[in-house]
């Protein structure tokens, strides 16, 4: 076991490593289109002044007011980006850490409860960090769904009232439906890992406050003054861990009604995702 910790050691270490090279590497990728955003907004805010505050003729000004659409894409196009880079980037962590986490459960299959126990704050702490990243990981998927699907409905606003793209509104509205549920999708697995994380956490608050119960203190009658002072001694440090367990299990309570909250919240949003599939099969129909 002994020998297995200096290998959860290293491995900790490879894996900061890791993150600092990929973080370095994504910063790279991102920033051509970090200083496209700047520099259309920028563009954009310049035409946006000039349109407000210049004295323009009729020509000039539909020239400018289709450069500030101009620039508004462009930074969309940076957005969508910048979007989709942080998605792989977190894919990549989430990989790493799903890796090490599967490791971790086959090597407790070879050990016992009590030898395992060493070990077991690395796996929990190895749980919560898988459950973070993915969260973050989905949460990027959510932006770059939600920007997909406001590109979609943009066009579709544009394109209303046209009948000769009549075809086009109709793949268009197939489309956006579909990103919808994918939508869904997606922040019902958000709300799924969030459960994860707070089980995670509330199995370390259970453990700790086992450990703090099986923490017994015995003592015998003495009359020596400094057995006396000892078993004061412990019986404060009794106490204290009694303080201890009561702030663990107020916390074992917080994060339940959290835990609640978020079951609720995910019963609420697949009753939306059902009324939206009924929706579209009615629409197209």
């Not at 969508?80 to 599967?102: G, P, R, W």
């Not at 370390?204 to 002072?229: A, G, S």
Request: overall charge negative; some cysteine; aromatic content about 8%.
């Amino acid at each position: 076991m002994v020998a297995l910790m200096k290998v959860y050691e290293e491995e900790d270490e490879a894996y900061q490593d890791l993150v600092t090279m990929a973080t370095q590497f994504y910063q790279y990728l991102l920033q051509p289109f970090r200083d496209m955003r700047e520099l259309a907004t920028l563009c954009k805010l310049e035409i946006l002044k000039s349109l407000q505050y210049d004295n323009l003729g009729p020509r000039r000004v539909a020239a400018l007011q289709k450069d500030a659409e101009e620039w508004t894409k462009r930074a969309e196009k940076a957005v969508c980006s910048i979007q989709d880079i942080t998605v792989n980037y977190f894919k990549e962590t989430v990989k790493a850490l799903a890796a090490m986490h599967k490791q971790m459960e086959q090597d407790q299959e070879r050990f016992g409860k009590a030898t395992w126990a060493s070990a077991l704050p690395r796996l929990e702490n190895l749980k919560r960090m898988l459950a973070k990243e993915t969260l973050q990981h989905l949460r990027a998927k959510e932006l770059c769904l939600k920007q997909k699907r406001a590109g979609i409905q943009q066009t579709l606003e544009n394109l209303s009232g046209q009948e000769e793209n009549l075809p086009v509104v109709e793949e268009l509205e197939i489309q956006y439906y579909e990103m919808q549920l994918e939508l869904y999708n997606v922040q019902l697995e958000i709300l799924k890992h969030e459960e994860m994380l707070l089980i995670v956490q509330l199995d370390t608050l259970r453990r700790q406050i086992k450990e703090k119960q099986d923490e017994v203190v015995y003592y015998d009658t003495c009359e020596n003054p400094e057995d006396l002072k000892v078993i004061e001694q412990t019986m404060g440090q009794h106490y204290a861990n009694l303080s201890e367990m009561t702030v663990l299990r107020q916390k074992t309570k917080q994060l339940e009604s959290k835990r609640g909250t978020v079951c609720a919240r995910r019963a609420y949003l697949r009753n939306k995702k059902v009324n939206a599939v009924l929706e579209m099969c009615i629409f197209f129909s």
